[in-house]
């Protein structure tokens, strides 16, 4: 489905004053989704002067947006200041409100990312970082994107670009399985520099063929014996994996989690009677074939969890996954069968079509397994464990950001289509 332009409005504030265009207006652009290029943060933050987002991005209404950001030194040079209360009331109080949770006190559950110093912490940690390796920051950080649940920056410095990555807290586990991966595995993941274990910071050297795009199609063609080769590498080392704080999804721990998604996640009130009535009759389905699955004779393994064409750096010869948010532990068919769904989107054809060529290799190391059992089974598997996701990250992330909206009802009426089919 294409995703329609939207008008991006920039308050560019200093808490008291905000900076408006020559006709009195807020600065705008209109970002388009469709046609690539700078994710609307990273627009915001360098259009009027060097800034950095002062709260999540507020929504106006379908067609806009609104990015609160706070100059980093410098001030734009087409407008003038004006006071804050000098706006509309909705305009002055979305910004009055970002300002002041940024200054005071914040929200729930916001990131760090969106309070003062922040930036200046992680360049501190950057500059000690590259000097390990004979580098040395060149300017600021530049954000490439900043949401609820990371802030990614390109860092400028003496020997090319680097990359910053801080996760939230639901993912802070994030830049240790990216450090323990890249232990065994680091042909297949970003080249670390270094990473904070505790407050989950990660910087990398830059992914050669990373595209806003995404990897073409071939990319998936040659990820799918590779990734097979390193998940069957990574059950010699998933107790090291476990140590760095990758979540345990396999078969109990999703279960349970699915239940608790089900008995209290609140987009499910919006199911009708008839829904309801389905999904009482669907959960011991779904329970039977997800058990059904794991007993099919293959081992828990290192995961993705998110392994889509826009996760994937491809050159041509090099390939390397990024966006290692939801690594875990759990059944190597889910990530199989992300890849087949990519190759189906791609040429337009059924996943069913490329699934049993992606697993291949699964058949090989274990033949006495049910492998045509498990590939059929996979894909409920997969409906349960991305709606234990979104139910994870509804529940972790900052109330009202819209990040995740209505996705935890999408998935759990594909459980029921499927189940029903």
Not at 13 to 19: A, H, K, S
Not at 273 to 289: F, H, K, M, T
Not at 357 to 366: C, G, H, I
Not at 378 to 406: H, K, N, W
Request: proline fraction near 7%.
């Amino acid at each position: 489905m294409a995703r329609p332009p939207r008008t991006v409005h920039v308050a560019l504030t200093d808490g008291e004053r905000l900076w408006v265009g020559p006709d009195g207006e807020l600065p705008h652009f209109v970002h388009d989704p469709e046609a690539g290029g700078p994710t609307p943060t990273a627009t915001a933050s360098s259009l009027l002067t060097d800034a950095v987002h002062l709260a999540p991005v507020v929504t106006l209404d379908e067609g806009s947006r609104l990015h609160v950001v706070g100059s980093r030194g410098g001030t734009p040079t087409d407008g003038r200041w004006i006071r804050v209360d000098a706006l509309p009331d909705e305009l002055h109080a979305r910004v009055a409100t970002a300002a002041g949770q940024h200054w005071g006190t914040p929200p729930e559950r916001r990131p760090a990312w969106y309070r003062p110093g922040w930036h200046e912490a992680v360049e501190t940690w950057v500059d000690e970082a590259l000097s390990a390796t004979d580098r040395t920051r060149t300017g600021r950080l530049r954000t490439h994107r900043v949401w609820s649940i990371s802030a990614v920056h390109t860092i400028p410095t003496d020997r090319g670009s680097a990359w910053f990555k801080a996760s939230c807290d639901h993912f802070g586990a994030e830049a240790a399985i990216v450090a323990t991966v890249a232990t065994h595995l680091p042909g297949l993941v970003p080249q670390v520099i270094a990473v904070d274990r505790e407050r989950s910071w990660l910087l990398t050297e830059p992914l050669p063929g990373v595209s806003e795009d995404g990897a073409s199609p071939d990319a998936a063609e040659a990820l799918s014996p590779l990734w097979a080769a390193a998940q069957l590498d990574s059950t010699r080392w998933l107790g090291e994996l476990r140590s760095a704080g990758a979540p345990d999804r396999g078969l109990e721990p999703t279960l349970s989690a699915w239940r608790e998604a089900l008995a209290t996640n609140t987009e499910l009130d919006e199911l009708t009677d008839d829904e309801r009535g389905q999904l009482a009759s669907a959960i011991p389905v779904v329970e039977s074939r997800l058990r059904e699955l794991w007993a099919c004779g293959f081992p828990d393994t290192l995961a993705h969890g998110d392994l889509h064409s826009g996760n994937v750096a491809h050159d041509g010869q090099h390939l390397r996954i990024f966006d290692w948010s939801d690594g875990c532990t759990t059944h190597p068919f889910l990530d199989g069968t992300h890849l087949a769904h990519w190759l189906a989107e791609a040429d337009g054809t059924p996943a069913e079509q490329h699934v049993r060529t992606v697993l291949a290799p699964w058949r090989e190391a274990f033949p006495a397994a049910d492998f045509e059992r498990a590939v059929e089974l996979a894909p409920l598997a997969d409906l349960v464990f991305q709606t234990v996701t979104f139910d994870g990250l509804t529940r972790s992330i900052e109330p009202g950001t819209g990040d995740f909206d209505g996705i935890v009802a999408m998935l759990t009426r594909k459980v029921l289509a499927v189940v029903s089919a």
